[in-house]
């Protein structure tokens, strides 16, 4: 791997000994006419990941390059040793408890060749458990081919973070910060360089709910870091975007803070109010003052429609 590859693939993994392979495996299997490189961060699992990352290593030497973290570091830091070591022109992101389908980095480098202004390229995704039963449902349903700032704050965060392929010279806006990360904050940066690419195609295959997922072990965490990222972009929201802002993504965060924590329920109107600008308290009051029984209907899985995040 001596030779600078035009793509690098970074792979965060912590026990995810029932996934690995076939996550590492889609990737090796890309049609893509491209050089590529995958580089997988194994932050000190307690299953048997490591052994097989070794196994893989010894099969596919020269695509894998493999990090085994003695001490747990957390996701946060994982994720900012493995995208620090990417060396491609363009780089991708798979949770190591998902996988790929062949064409996948195909489509997505044909679809910046043909659209110069994209910072990112994203894609649809297949919607499974832990036990690999597929759900019969896909992530989203139709998404704007190309869309800005205001579409994605508008929409809430519809995207698939494995699918994630991104320009290598915006780094700095992927790599966290802060402990307190979330997918939707990097979508919101990479935004506000320019547009963001999306192919409907489902090309991933995305696994909900795991035992390692983030979502299911720092739920009111997540909730809180995606009102942060709301209030990241209020002064950049337009009014017609605040008018017709998805109330229904942002207030199942805010319920579930309500629910899970009568703390932060009785510190709500402090939080939302101090210190932040006109433009955000318009959308908070947008979405606070919806009424509770279409809060009620807002499910994470929606079962009637066959899709993970409606639009």
């Known amino acids: 791997m001596s030779n600078k590859p035009l793509i690098s693939v970074c792979i965060v993994t912590y026990n995810h000994e029932k996934y690995i392979r076939k996550c590492v495996e889609s990737i090796i299997g890309q049609s893509v006419d491209a050089a590529f490189e995958i580089i997988i961060s194994n932050d000190a699992s307690t299953d048997n990941t490591k052994l097989i990352l070794d196994d893989l290593v010894l099969l596919y030497p020269e695509k894998l390059r493999v990090v085994n973290l003695v001490e747990n570091v957390g996701p946060y830091k994982n994720y900012r040793i493995l995208h620090e070591l990417a060396r491609g022109k363009y780089i991708a992101h798979c949770d190591g408890d998902d996988y790929w389908l062949p064409s996948k980095l195909r489509k997505q480098m044909q679809f910046f060749d043909n659209n110069g202004d994209c910072t990112a390229v994203y894609t649809n995704a297949i919607v499974k458990d832990e036990f690999d039963t597929e759900y019969n449902a896909i992530f989203n349903n139709w998404v704007a081919e190309k869309f800005n700032l205001d ?40 935004a506000k360089e320019g547009s963001l690419g999306y192919i409907n195609e489902p090309l991933v295959v995305y696994r909900v709910n795991t035992a390692e997922s983030l979502i299911r072990n720092q739920s009111n965490n997540i909730s809180l870091m995606v009102i942060d990222a709301l209030r990241s972009v209020a002064l950049m929201i337009p009014d ?71 639009r």
């Open 151 to 190: 579409y994605l704050v508008e929409k809430g965060n519809f995207l698939n973070h494995s699918s994630m392929i991104y320009r290598r010279d915006l780094k700095d806006l992927v790599i966290p910060s802060s402990p307190k990360f979330i997918d939707y904050m990097i979508h919101i940066n990479l």
């Open 240 to 310: 017609r975007i605040r008018v017709n802002i998805n109330v229904d993504y942002y207030s199942r965060y805010i319920i579930a803070l309500i629910k899970r924590d009568k703390k932060y329920c009785q510190e709500m109107p402090k939080y939302v109010y101090e210190g932040v600008n006109v433009p955000f308290l318009k959308v908070c009051i947008n979405i606070l003052t919806i009424t509770w029984k279409k809060i009620m209907r807002t499910y994470f899985f929606r079962k009637r429609e066959n899709v993970l995040f409606p």
